[in-house]
């Protein structure tokens, strides 16, 4: 029943974050070819810019040194291929792919051919100067920028979410507060009621309205428990305990009588001797919701078979009715819906049976025919 700011901020301020990072990556990748792009032309002029000196510095070799020495540089790597390709002089660390005049690339190996005049230059007909290259530097510019910008996205969606849900957390706490001074001063009454009903009827006998004033008292501590359970989640940890479930599901049939006595419905048992580790106050929500709307959803002078057994090692809790059946099976255990809008109540008791046969790994089967009648099968 809380709302929590930080986590509703954090979770919803990654979730922008991420929607907005990601119509950021498409600039972003076009920026990034773009400096891609910039960068291969600098290695191309640069290469281009090499082969140049290189070639001025053959053309201007002199015969009468008898030995060529070829420029040597750190950055950059030359070779010199005959028209069959086969290599003159090299240095390279890797076999070109292409002879074609131009840039070419290879892996992180940048290369210009330039295809020289036949039997001029050491008998040579390509020349090729080669640099390794990687863009590291764009790599880890464009990494550091998403990183800012998601950055300064979270914080900036987490701060403004925070500020925007703050007054909700402000309503939400004294919306708690309430329900729980409610809830409070309806237990009271509550309490008083049926301890004057069963004094009554101790001194004057049971009558048929009394019937219904106890019946409708049941009524209501059912749904004062799903709300008290409600307000409770999260704050209160249910223990469990070994429990006899056949005592234990026979005195909440005992207790739902009186308002199954209204309707003429009759509660036909057969609860095997079982014991089962389990928390009491939830094993209670399932147990009563299931059985409140057998008979809130059951015909009058119709029946409810109630069973508990156990086969191949797992426990069956039971409930089947002759009611008016379920059309969306679905949609029963939302919280708030309800299937029918006559039969009063708030629509958060299968929505509790829900929440912890989840918790548990209870399975729960729903089968029902409208008009004919609905049974609820929990397989523990």
Avoid: C, W
Avoid at 54 to 67: A, C, V, W
Avoid at 173 to 193: A, C, G, Q, V
Avoid at 310 to 317: G, L, R, V, W
Wanted: proline share 2%.
């Amino acid at each position: 029943m809380t709302f929590d700011t930080q986590s509703f901020a954090k979770k919803y301020a990654i979730i922008y974050t991420v929607a907005l990072a990601f119509l950021l990556i498409i600039p972003l990748i076009i920026h990034i070819n773009l400096l891609l792009q910039i960068d291969e032309a600098k290695v191309n002029l640069s290469l281009q810019s090499q082969s140049k000196k290189i070639l001025y510095s053959m053309q201007h070799y002199n015969n009468e040194d008898k030995i060529y020495r070829m420029p040597r540089y750190k950055q950059f790597k030359v070779a010199l291929y005959d028209k069959n390709y086969k290599s003159i002089f090299s240095n390279l660390d890797f076999i070109p792919l292409s002879f074609t005049e131009g840039f070419h690339r290879y892996h992180n190996n940048y290369y210009y051919i330039y295809i020289l005049p036949s039997q001029y230059y050491f008998g040579a007909n390509y020349l090729l100067v080669s640099t390794k290259h990687t863009a590291n530097k764009i790599y880890f510019f464009t990494a550091l920028l998403m990183i800012i910008i998601i950055f300064t996205l979270f914080i900036f969606s987490f701060l403004l979410l925070k500020n925007f849900s703050s007054p909700f957390e402000k309503l939400n706490r004294n919306l708690d507060n309430f329900i729980k001074d409610s809830m409070h001063e309806i237990n009271t009454p509550l309490s008083i009621i049926n301890l004057n009903a069963d004094l009554f009827a101790n001194k004057f006998g049971e009558s048929k309205y009394l019937h219904r004033i106890k019946s409708a008292s049941k009524t209501l501590a059912t749904i004062y428990n799903d709300m008290d359970y409600l307000v409770k989640q999260g704050r209160i940890k249910h223990k469990k305990k070994d429990i006899d479930m056949r005592d234990f599901i026979q005195k909440r049939v005992d207790y739902f009588q009186e308002i199954a006595n209204l309707k003429n419905i009759s509660i036909e048992i057969d609860l095997a001797n079982i014991n089962y580790n389990f928390s009491k106050t939830k094993l209670q929500r399932i147990v009563d919701n299931t059985i409140s709307n057998a008979i809130k959803y059951s015909h009058n002078n119709k029946k409810i078979y109630i069973s508990l057994k156990t086969k191949e090692n797992k426990i069956y809790f039971i409930v089947e009715d002759e009611g008016v059946g379920i059309s969306n099976i679905d949609k029963i255990f939302s919280r708030y819906y309800r299937e029918n809008q006559e039969k009063g109540g708030f629509g958060i008791g299968l929505n509790i049976v829900k929440q912890i046969i989840d918790e548990e790994n209870i399975i729960l089967n729903v089968n029902s025919s409208v008009g004919v009648g609905t049974k609820f099968e929990y397989i523990f």
